[in-house]
């Protein structure tokens, strides 16, 4: 049982010296709470009692500090300013004489990360994650036994690059001895050695494994764009997640949307009771607004609207506020969504004409360019689906957007399945307006859909006699940026579920996202493929994150069965959509992982065995 940790905190944190005024890192308050206090009460929770704490720069705010803690011993490095964290960390050669945890002293983590390396049985073990992206990274290249081999910050150096350091690391007393032996020769011409350097060192004659957690939620602060990362994803991040109280039972929903979600996300609904129209909430929603925004675009140019509703009320929301009723909209018809734009523009009588395009094949952005151009009334709007959820079409935006672009044509997206996970750039693929929902790919709960408007467009809107009230898009901007409210009750709890989602999803990262789902993907074909089962829209114009798959044809199979046969075991599959195939759905998309996949394949082997056995009732 480790019951010591030493905290290297002597450095000068001059990258970030602007908000740390005259103080050491460790003193950067998060929700009023100094960071190495929040790291030390951890600490403290997971069994440590003796905490040695290295101080070199601003020495006497950790002594005070430490009057507050009976655990807590400060020892100095007199050299701080013309040394590094090795030296300081071998000034405890004589003082410990135990195993012990290593920490620096700007890393935000969560609790488990204490947990895991402690209970990890090698006795030299480095915690890593998978790579952050932060910047300023020290990347490690170890063995095929995950033994440390090399770190460093610059990729270059290393042959491979199989995790990041974390800066908490377990050492054993034996380890440590050698680590110091190991050291001083460097030390009679040196002292600026950091200690990852002594770790590398060290490792070329004793065992030093790397503990990588891949879902690991941390960061340090060396610099500002750190310190943003920290407090507005990070740490709220890690409270939400030590907040969960109990698992809930984990579906995987392989329909496409609601998605399955973090226990984050679900718990984040439990909050007090709160009447939307208080400030409180309107700073909820100018955030999710905001950061919606910011997800595909610039907030000086696009602004978000936000509907209590599915996905429907925000391309109806759409199509029936911003068309002005003398002008023409196009609609690309190559799914059930497409047809469902054409449905909304019947039935409030919009101009509206259609380009029917098949639901499997690419679309031909040629044939497409000459239907606008020998339109006998000009084209004015044109409606498009991004990923036509019917079969995993996806349509290509970038190039239809050239297209209005060189038409002078305002371009309306129903991007409901690809939102947050293809990436989007509104302002370069020339979309005016976006509709998306909160239930799909950003992995929050039912209920919320948006529009992210091009504000200068939006404001030409307000001239247009309204078609609606609840929907009215024009209507529903002006109110919240004068009031931060919906004008109608908005789903309360749903929103503080998007607003964890939205965190959750920049901490992944929507690049990370899509890759996590691509896998997913892959691993579906590949399964498919292997039990003889083919799949519809060619790969070259597949979105990875629906798939319409052929259904089997034997006597024996029912989709209802089937479909009943992965509820039973924690799966749900979705029935096909389209008139002219036999197909059957899986999505791949929410908190789910290849590995689920996998086990998807599985069930579906022994299904598909069960029915060829002549099994009539599976
Ligand atoms: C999910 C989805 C919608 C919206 O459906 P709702 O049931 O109203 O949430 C719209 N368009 C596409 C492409 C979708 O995938």
Request: proline share 3%.
């Amino acid at each position: 049982m480790i019951n010591t940790a030493v905290i290297l905190a002597a450095g000068l944190g001059s990258r970030i010296r602007e908000r740390t005024g005259e103080h050491p890192k460790g003193f950067l308050l998060i929700e009023d709470e100094p960071i190495i206090e929040i790291s030390i009460q951890k600490l403290l929770e997971a069994g440590v009692t003796k905490i040695y704490l290295g101080t070199g720069y601003m020495k006497q705010d950790y002594e005070n500090f430490a009057l507050k803690y009976p655990q807590i011993e400060c020892f100095h490095n007199e050299k701080f300013n013309s040394s590094g964290s090795m030296y300081t960390l071998y000034q405890l050669k004589d003082v410990i004489k135990t195993d012990f945890l290593l920490l620096e002293s700007d890393v935000i983590y969560e609790k488990s990360a204490l947990k895991d390396l402690l209970e990890c049985e090698d006795a030299n073990c480095i915690l890593a994650s998978g790579l952050t992206g932060s910047g300023d990274e020290v990347f490690i290249e170890a063995d095929e036994h995950h033994q440390l081999l090399h770190m460093s910050k610059k990729r270059e150096d290393l042959n491979d690059i199989y995790a990041e350091l974390v800066g908490i690391t377990k050492l054993s007393w034996k380890t440590f001895q050698q680590m110091c032996l190991c050291v001083e020769k460097f030390f009679s011409t040196d002292l600026t050695l950091d200690y990852e350097h002594g770790l590398v060192e060290t490792a070329k004659t004793e065992k030093i494994s790397v503990l990588k957690r891949n879902n690991l939620v941390w960061c340090e602060v060396d610099d500002e764009q750190h310190w943003s990362r920290a407090v507005s994803i990070v740490y709220p991040l890690i409270k939400a997640r030590e907040q969960v109280p109990t698992l809930v039972k984990r579906n995987v929903l392989l329909n496409p949307g609601p998605a399955t979600t973090t226990d984050t996300v679900k718990y984040a609904q439990v909050v007090p009771d709160i009447c939307p129209r208080e400030t409180e909430f309107g700073e909820v929603m100018e955030y999710i607004s905001k950061e919606l925004t910011k997800l595909a675009g610039h907030p000086e140019e696009y602004t978000t609207i936000l509907f209590g509703g599915s996905g429907t009320a925000a391309v109806e929301s759409i199509l029936s506020s911003v068309v002005e009723s003398e002008k023409a909209v196009l609609i690309i018809n190559n799914g059930a969504y497409g047809k469902r734009m054409c449905q909304i523009a019947e039935i409030y009588g919009l101009h509206y004409l259609v380009y029917e395009s098949a639901p499997d094949q690419p679309l031909d952005i040629q044939e497409l360019e000459e239907v606008i151009e020998a339109s006998s009334q000009k084209v004015a709007y044109l409606a498009i689906v991004h990923n036509e959820t019917t079969t995993g079409l996806l349509n290509p935006l970038e190039a239809v957007g050239a297209i209005c672009k060189k038409h002078r044509i305002t371009m309306i997206v129903d991007a409901m399945s690809s939102f947050a996970a293809i990436p989007i750039d509104v302002n370069q693929m020339n979309i005016s307006y976006l509709a998306a929902s909160a239930n799909k790919n950003l992995q929050g709960m039912a209920g919320v859909s948006f529009v992210i408007a091009n504000k200068v467009q939006l404001e030409k809107t307000r001239e247009i006699k309204p078609r609606n009230l609840y929907l009215n898009l024009y209507e529903q901007y002006l109110s919240f940026i004068h009031t931060k409210q919906m004008r109608f009750t908005p789903p309360v709890q749903t929103l503080y579920a998007l607003k964890q989602a939205i965190i959750e999803t920049k901490w992944e990262g929507i690049h990370n996202r899509y890759e996590r789902y691509s896998k997913s993907w892959e691993t579906l074909i590949e399964g498919i493929n292997r039990l003889g089962l083919d799949y519809l829209v060619p790969k070259n114009c597949h979105s990875k994150i629906i798939t319409s798959i052929i259904e089997p044809v034997h006597p024996n199979y029912n989709f209802n069965k089937m479909h009943d046969f992965f509820y039973e075991n924690g799966f749900t599959i979705y029935p096909g959509k389209l008139d002219k195939q036999s197909t059957f759905r899986v999505a791949n998309i929410g908190n789910i992982t290849s590995k689920d996949m996998e086990r998807f394949i599985a069930l579906l082997e022994s299904y598909l065995n069960r029915i060829k056995g002549g099994d009539s009732n599976s």
